[in-house]
Structures are given as C-alpha cells and as structure tokens.
C-alpha cells in the first residue's frame, strides 16, 4: 500500500493555484489518507477545511517559497545559495519524519511546483538523506512537477542554471519529474532532462465536473480577472475596461471580478478603490475580493459566456497560466490583449480565442451561446487526469 506526503513549501495564503491544489484534494473520496507538509503560516480557513475533511496537514516549512522567483541570480546569489541550504534542511526533515511514520509502506512525495532553486534545495536533501543510510528511504519515490520557465529561456546562464539543478536531482534513481505544459516539457527536455509525461492539472477535480450546455441570452456574463491579483496580469486595466465594456453594451451585460491579495501592493491601491466605486455604483458590476471555493469556482465557470484575459502579453510570453486550462475545460471564448503562451496553449488544444480590436464581429457572433464542450486531444487528456489515482500510481 502507497502512502502519499505532499511537500509545499509554497502552501500558506487563500489564493493561487497552491490553495487551488489543496481545495482540489478535499473534493475526492480518500483523500484523507494523504498527509501533507505545509508552509508554517498557512491560512486558518484552509487549515480548518482540510481538517475538517479528515486530512492531515503538518505547517512545518519556514522558508518563502517564491523569496527568489524574480531575484537576479548575478546580484543576489549569496542570498539565493543561503535560501537553497535551509530550504534542504526543511524538506530533509519533512521526508525524515514521513519515513520514520509509515515504516512499512511504499511511499510517494509530490512537489505540486518546483523551480530551480526548489531543485537544488531538494537535490541537497537527498544528499543528505543517502549519507544518512536511511533505510527507509529506498522506499520513497518523488513525483516533482516541473512549472516554471526563466523569463529569458534561451539565455545561456538561464540554461545553464536550469540544466545543473533539474539534472543533479534527476539522477536520483527514486526521482520523477513531470511538466506542467507542452512547453515546460520542450525547454527540459532541451537541457537534456528526462520528463516522465505532462502532470495533472490540479485547479479542479475535472472529472468529477459535468458539461453543462446554457440556453442563448441577451445579458452575456463576462469574466475580467481571476486569481491574484498582479500588475503583471493586468489588474490595473479593470477599471477603464468595465467603464468601457458597460457602454459598448449598453449596460446589458454582467461582469465578474475576482481577486485575493495576500500582500498589501501601493501600485494597485488605486484601482482597487476604483473598482470598488464601479461595483457600488452599477449593479451589473460583481465584484468578489476573497478566496472562491471549488463549487462557486464551478458555478460561475459554468455560467460565463466570455473571458476578457488582461495579462500583459510580454509578461507571459513564456509563462503558464491556469486560466488557459479552466477556459479550455469549461468551453469559454477568450479575447486576449495579444499572441502569447496561452494563445498557443489555446491552438494546441483547439480553444476559441481572439486578439482584441482585430475580432470584433467574431466576438459578437459568438458570446450569444455557449456550444457544448468538445472533446479534448491527447495532451489535454493528460492534464485534466484524476490527480489523486495520478499521485496513487
């Protein structure tokens, strides 16, 4: 019998895909087998959820999770190997003490995201952990999913960086590690790295979801954001983008914001206070600021009739989002500012999307109905995968 531990470090506020994760989980029968390891901090509401459904969660991780996500390496590199080294020791006890609890079983540890510096901190504990001699440890096998892309994947020191952490981990013989993406996959396997297959997206237990097919309407139901709320995402468009979207129709129209903030950010002060305004003011305006849980995600997924994506284009020129998955699943046309990875993320999986002033009438013709949801191709099969029989196997 398998014992799954999950480690994530990056699992502490109510937002982002870690939250999303662990909302996932607590959606599938048996899941309370699963014992995860969590940042120390994490969010009472989800700490009280997870329990209340039976599963066992140890806050144990200290370190921040994303400290260096945008560090410069050339700059900041005594401060990254410091974070590397005490990161080793957190995992190295979480795996120590998972061992030491289940002496019998076969276990596995799933890392939800690991970027480079993730890599290298685990890397230095299974050092550890095989100079121990840690019997148990033969017992153990690691299901990593491999997310992240540097900004710049093409410069040398990137590539260099990537190549020396993912390929000192993969030579551990119990280490698998998984992509997040068809293009994830590509720029490892680039490197020379092995990738065992696309991972499950885990935003929502997709299985366990119906396709709901909605009757045309005169009022479409438009989703401006999702998630965290970033500059980079375009959080500060929202305010000009309702005003404008309100009269373009006529006032016929419900648009849906949602956002978390985890951290007070002063360059969004100001559209905050605005989108506020806009929501006490107009009554097609719905606005949310807390965190959705997987049945409200559902619904108002299953209810939209368009996504306006705000990314800024240049930002996620090479950076993933689950927004592309969720559109995708629930069958939404999306209109993007411009071409970026979620346009050719929508093409691979054969999504309806549009650029923004050159698809106006296509647009129109489109949001009075939604179609049922087609069948998917092969790399979106994997990723809409039962996560759980996934971990399992």
């Known amino acids: 019998m398998k014992q799954v531990f999950v480690l994530d ?53 200290e370190s921040n999770f994303y400290a260096h996500y945008t560090s410069d390496y050339r700059r900041d590199s005594e401060l990254i190997q410091c974070y590397i080294r005490e990161l080793a020791v957190e995992y190295f006890r979480a795996i120590n003490q998972a061992v030491d609890s289940s002496p019998k079983n076969e276990l596995v540890f799933f890392l939800p ?22 019997v148990g440890a033969a017992r153990c096998v690691f299901k990593i999913c491999c997310m992240f892309l540097p900004r710049e994947a093409s410069h040398l020191s990137n590539r260099a960086r990537y190549a020396f952490a993912f390929l000192r981990l993969a030579k551990f013989t119990q280490v698998k590690l998984f992509a997040s993406d068809f293009e994830t996959r590509n720029f490892y396997e680039s490197l020379g790295i092995d990738i065992s297959g696309i991972h499950p ?4 237990p997709w299985e366990q979801l119906h396709s709901q097919i909605k009757m045309p309407r005169d009022t479409p139901r438009i989703l401006l954001y999702l998630g965290d709320a970033k500059e980079n995402k375009g959080f500060n468009r929202l305010p000009s983008l309702v005003e404008e979207l309100l009269q373009k129709f006529n006032y016929q129209v419900t648009l849906v ?27 097609q305006v719905e606005l949310s600021n807390e965190y959705w849980s997987t049945p409200t995600l559902v619904n108002v997924l299953s209810d939209l009739d368009l996504i306006y994506c705000t990314y800024t284009p240049s930002a996620y020129e090479n950076k993933s989002s689950g927004l592309a998955w969720l559109a995708v699943f629930f069958n ?55 996560l759980l029989t996934w971990l399992a196997n």
Request: proline fraction near 2%; glycine fraction near 4%; hydrophobic fraction near 35%.
């Open 113 to 134: 995201c690991v970027n480079w510096e993730h890599a290298s901190a685990l890397s230095l504990a299974l050092d550890l952990l095989s100079k121990e001699k840690n």
């Open 9 to 61: 470090p990056g699992l502490m506020e109510a937002g982002g895909h870690h939250a999303a994760f662990l909302s996932t989980l607590l959606c599938y029968e048996g899941s309370n087998a699963l014992k995860i390891f969590a940042h120390k901090e994490l969010d009472a509401t989800l700490l009280a959820e997870a329990e209340d459904k039976g599963l066992k969660i140890f806050r144990h991780f």
């Open 257 to 283: 914001i949602q956002y978390t903030l985890a951290w007070e950010y002063p360059e969004l002060t100001s559209a905050r206070e605005k989108l506020t305004y806009l929501y006490q003011k107009y009554e």
């Open 332 to 386: 939404v046309p999306v209109i993007m500012l411009d071409k970026c990875w979620l346009t050719r993320e929508f093409e691979r999986l054969e999504h309806t999307y549009y650029i923004r002033g050159e698809d106006e009438l296509a647009i129109s013709e489109n949001i009075k109905g939604k179609i049922s949801r087609h069948s998917h191709n092969e790399y979106g099969s994997s990723l809409y995968t039962n």
């Open 201 to 204: 997206c885990y935003l929502l």
